[in-house]
Structures are given as structure tokens and as C-alpha cells.
């Protein structure tokens, strides 16, 4: 690409960059193997709807193709600029613009974190429930652009329930408001939830109203540890189809825990836990009683409330379960990030899967996971230089995913498709339906410049 003086016209010389550390800081996401990483011919930094539209606009043109960039912490290579072009870093599109507690509603641009929104929030008594784990680090529009949800998802769902208008910018620099400031409309097609959850390959969000809701009077936390597997899971699946009004309800198997243990510094038994938290405004000790009683069928081995500190251990061991995977053993790394969702009732069934699958090739797993909602995430260690031992660890990988569509679920419940879960698209929803979702790519984008690569699986 050699023509950029419409990008310097679009933002300015200041916020467009050629130079090698720009391009190899935006060739991949957290989740990107260095051998797939892609760098783009150029990064641009927009801060205004106004420069969204001229950047798209001009690459349209030109036929260039345009990636958008939040904070890098996607899983399954969502950012990656694959075919080159330009990398749209949104990041310094970071205001909260309005926020309405009346309403129970903020506005906020896309490069926002998480953590502010919610932060700007708790000053009048609300919180946005749904951030991700990586809330403090991840913004609003990547969120937003993989439909993202996070440990409290069972009780308040995922951003998309959050979300009730967007400003967004077509591929050819048209810019379009989709949804309303009211709770609910059936006006018209759902342009909204179209582009939540579209990665970017269909418009570019330049602004969002979310919900906000009243935190919590009430907040308890804790954990029951088991003596199997099979006995969590069915724990965690009895409790949800019980009506246990429960917040969080992690899943950590023992390994999870022993590489966590050895990442923070606890000293968490290495067993299968179920991590628990409770939000009401009144009568949480009543729920807590229902949720052991249920738990007590599956003969837990403990079953504690914690207090506020240890509570916020707890948590601290599960947020940093990734990275501490991702140092565990220097000649390992993780292969790909599971993440499938299935029916609560199957959950079990799929962790078994999982372990006898791994078990029967001699492979390391981790496995835990937002298990209130049927979303597990395991992680398979391989020796990169073992090609055997990575051949084995596809062929694992898959088989869990499939598995997972096979049990009426999903490849992908929070990181999105992006490259990594591509080949399984048809398989999950027929290639009718992956038909009509290039139809409305085609229309929507037509010169096919947002995010190219992405989402569909390779025509051949």
C-alpha cells in the first residue's frame, strides 16, 4: 500500500504510523502465535466518529482493507490485520460521554475500558454487570465486537443484553445509528444486535449506550471443593436448574488450580473447586443455604464462605488463570483457547469428553470456566516441537468443539470466531445460514475491506 495521504488527511500526520514497532504492536492479538501474527501496511489512530467515516471511506475507495483494533486481548486472532492494510486503533476513543443514572444508561465511546465504565458507575450506586474477566484491561468496543460476557454472566448474561444503541461506520463511511435509548422497540430489523457480535467485519462502533444497573446491597463469596470432577459439574448444573440465585459460578479443576497456586502465590487445594458469589438485596444467607443443600448431593468435600480478602483471592486465582497458563512450563504453550457453551444439562457431559479425550492421548488440559452458564474453557499445553504431541492436540481441540455443536451448543461462547474458529462455522449453523451471513457481508460491505478473513470458513 503507497498511497496514504488520505489517512493523513482523514486523522492527520501525527496519528498515522508506518514505522516497524507500530506495524508489529498491531499484528496480533494476546492470543496470536508469533508465526501468525500479520503486520498491516499502517496503524491510525482516529478520535472522532467524523475521522472513522473519512479513514473508511477513503480505504473503501481504494480498496484497501481496514481491521479494527481495541486493546489487544482478544483470543482467537480477531485483530489480526490477515490481509494486511490498515490497523484501526481505536483506543484513543476513550470518553464516557453522558451518563444518565435516572435513566440507569451511559454513553461511552469505544476504546473505553471496562473497568472505567463500571468505576464511573459505582459513583451513583450502579455497576455494568457484564464485563469479562479482562475488564480492566479490555475496552468497551472489543467487547462489544465479540459479544463478550464474563463471570457474572449467569445471573446478568452477556454484553449484548447490555447494549441498547450503537453509532457505527459502514465500510464505505456511512454512519448509522442502530437500536434506541429505550429498553425495548420492535421497530424494524434488529441492526443492533446484527453488529454486536460481528467482529468488525460489518461496521466500525464509534459509540454506545449501555445499561447500568443498581449494585448489590448484599455480597457473599466462596467455595466448595470436590473430590472429582464429575461431581462439580453436577453440582454446577443442579444448582442452575434448581433456581439457585447465584452471580458467579466458577468451575477450577485441580491442575487449573495447581498452575494458578503456583502463578499468584496461594496455596488453593489442588482438587476440583467450584468458586461461588451472591448478589441480593436482601435474604442472601437464605440463598446460600439453598445452594449448599443442593451441593450436598454431590458430597462436597468443603463448602465455605469466605470473607471480604480471601473473597478477593478467589477471584484474583481466576482472573489470572490465562496468564498463568501461559507461564507455566517454558517449553510448553498453550495451543489454541477452548471456549465452548453448551446446554447446562450437557456441561457435564463435555468435561468428561474433554479429560477422557486428553487422558487417551496423554495430553496436559486445563480446565475451568463460567460454568453457570455452560461455558467451559480448556486449555491444552503442548511442546511446540513435538510434532506428534501437537497433532494429538488438534486433534483433541476439535474433537471438544465438536462435541460441544454435537450436544446442541456452541464453537465460541465469549472470544468470537475470528481465525481460530473459522473451520468450524458450518458445522454450527448448516452452510445455509453461514450462506446468508455472507450475503448481508456482501451488502453491507461490498468490496469486502472490514476485517477481511475473518468469521468465514475458507471457500473452496
Known sequence: ????????????????????YARDEHAGDWGTHPEDEVRPDAVVWPTSTEEVSAVLAGAHERGIPVTPYAAGTGLEGNAVPAHEGISMDMTRMDAILDLRPDDLQVDVEPGVLGSAVDEAAAEHGLTFPPLPSSGDISTVGGMIATDAS??????????????????????????????????????????KDLIVGSEGTLAVVTRATLKLAGRPQQVRGGRAVFDSFDDAAGAIADAVQSGVDVAKIELMGGFAAEVANEYVGTDLPDAPMVFLEFHADHGIDEEIDFCRSVFADYDPVSFEMAAD????????????????????????????????????????????????EAEANDLIMACYGHAGDGN??????????????????????????????????????????????????????????????????DAMDPEGILNPGKVFPEEV
Do not use: C
Open 1 to 20: 500500500m503507497t498511497d496514504l495521504d488520505f489517512l493523513r488527511e482523514a486523522v492527520g500526520p501525527d496519528r498515522v504510523s508506518t514505522d516497524e
Open 376 to 441: 467451559l474453557h480448556y486449555e491444552i499445553l503442548v511442546d511446540p516441537a513435538d510434532e506428534d504431541m501437537v497433532a494429538a492436540g488438534e486433534a483433541v481441540y476439535a474433537s471438544v468443539v465438536e462435541k460441544a455443536i454435537d450436544l446442541g451448543g456452541t464453537a465460541t461462547g465469549e472470544h468470537g470466531v475470528g481465525l481460530g474458529k473459522r473451520q468450524f462455522m458450518n458445522q454450527e449453523h448448516g452452510r445455509e445460514a453461514v450462506g446468508v451471513m455472507r450475503s448481508i457481508k
Open 150 to 191: 464474563g463471570m457474572q454472566a449467569v445471573k446478568y448474561g452477556v454484553v449484548a443484553d447490555w447494549v441498547l444503541e450503537l453509532e457505527a461506520v459502514l465500510a464505505d463511511g456511512t454512519v448509522v445509528t442502530a437500536g434506541s435509548k429505550a429498553v425495548k422497540s420492535s421497530a424494524g430489523y434488529n441492526l
Open 309 to 356: 480478602e480471601e473473597m478477593a483471592q478467589l477471584w484474583e486465582l481466576r482472573r489470572e488463570m490465562a496468564f498463568a497458563l501461559d507461564e507455566y512450563r517454558d517449553h510448553l504453550r498453550q495451543l489454541h483457547p477452548g471456549d465452548v457453551t453448551v446446554p447446562i444439562s450437557e456441561f457435564p457431559a463435555i468435561i468428561r469428553h474433554a479429560r477422557r
